[in-house]
């Protein structure tokens, strides 16, 4: 099968998808009989390219990687916006991979509502949608028989969802538990060792885990987002951000840490839907929990989420949460499932 695809956003998880495409090219063909043409690579940063021939992604990521843009790539249409690629390429699947507003969704509402009413697949690392307007887009998604797929929207890489959705088909998950921000998650470990907030926070930030400005991630609006998605999308949840009780890690300190440590607990930024006289209830906040708990060992930038089902005991899974090439690789699994239905 070969399949076109339009990549809109070419940053860290753009170019982690295409350095996929490219390394593993030889893979997918001979394992999967999948063959994948890049025809539209649209970025503000890096500028906009379409060639319905198929764009050769080791030469745009030479470009951007020496300090160029993507449309200096020659023998192609230049110049078009997000929404202009959308409405002229003739991709099977457009790639979403723009930068993530959980206020508007924007841009990427507007990317992925547009390239599903012009009947093409979306995959999509964007949270912001997908927290905002699931049921609005999957919608659209049914009404026109294609597919919404946006496994890199939750613990990166580490297949969250598609366990939920495809592996544990059948059973009903009562609670989902988890570490769902690698970040807070590294802060906290961090301050387990003595080192204080503000310190963690600093470390955090050299190392490229934490923003420039952390609010996103310390005041809990990330793992906010991400267990609306996944109350939403695996417990048939209709929950808003706001639905979501919300507390950051700002005023934990080393005190709160070692006294729960006196107590052979540990704190842990925990996400967590739970169904509630037949209702999902939602929340995200520090706790202290107990060392027999599967999540209090999971340390530095890991993820990890735990499933309580109704059919057998607690299954949890870990792995990373963030980073270009976990979340490209996100975004292949989405594609390759995508092509496994069509075939």
């Given amino acids: 099968m070969r399949l076109k695809l339009a990549i809109i956003g070419f940053g860290v ?11 593993k090219r030889d893979y997918l063909r001979s394992r999967y009989n999948l063959e994948c043409d890049v025809v539209a690579i649209c970025d ?5 390219i379409v060639c319905d021939s198929g764009i050769d992604l080791a030469r745009v990521l030479k470009l951007v990687s020496s300090g160029g843009r993507v449309d200096g790539y020659e023998g192609a249409a230049k110049g078009l916006s997000a929404i202009d690629v959308i409405n002229q390429t003739t991709a ?5 991979a723009t930068w993530t507003n959980l206020e508007t969704g924007e841009p990427g509402y ?19 949608p997908i927290a905002l307007a699931y049921r609005e887009l999957k919608g659209i998604a049914d009404s026109k028989g294609v597919f919404l797929r946006f496994e890199a929207t939750v613990m990166s890489g580490t297949p969250a969802i598609n366990l939920g959705l495809e592996c544990l088909a059948g059973a009903e998950i009562r609670c989902l538990r988890g570490i769902l921000n690698g970040t807070t998650n590294y802060i906290l470990t ?26 996103a991630d310390v005041e809990a609006w990330d793992p906010t987002a991400k267990i609306v998605i996944l109350s939403n999308v695996l417990m048939n949840a209709d929950l808003k951000i706001r639905d979501v009780e919300r507390r950051g890690i700002t005023d934990i300190t080393l005190r709160d840490i ?8 540990v704190v842990k930024l925990i996400a967590k839907a739970e169904k509630i006289d037949g209702r999902v209830v939602a929340s995200v906040k520090p706790e202290e929990i107990p060392l027999t708990d599967p999540l209090a060992h999971v340390d530095g930038v890991l993820n990890a989420l735990t499933y309580v089902l109704d059919v057998q005991r607690d299954v949890t899974i ?26």
């Fill in 13 to 23: 998880v753009g170019q982690g998808l295409a350095r996929h495409l490219v390394s």
């Fill in 110 to 128: 507007t990317h992925i509502k547009r390239s599903l009413e012009r009947g093409m697949h979306v995959v999509t690392s964007n949270k912001g």
């Fill in 318 to 343: 870990i792995g990373p949460g963030a980073g270009g090439d976990s979340a490209g690789y996100a975004l292949l699994s989405d594609i390759l499932a995508i092509a496994r239905y069509l075939t």
């Fill in 258 to 265: 070692d006294e729960a440590r006196r107590r052979s607990r």
């Fill in 92 to 96: 099977d699947i457009v790639v979403e």
């Fill in 190 to 215: 961090e301050m387990g060792r003595g080192v204080s907030y503000s310190e963690a926070l600093r470390r955090a930030q050299e190392l490229g885990y934490a923003e420039a400005d952390p609010r």
């Fill in 44 to 48: 503000l940063k890096y500028g906009s």
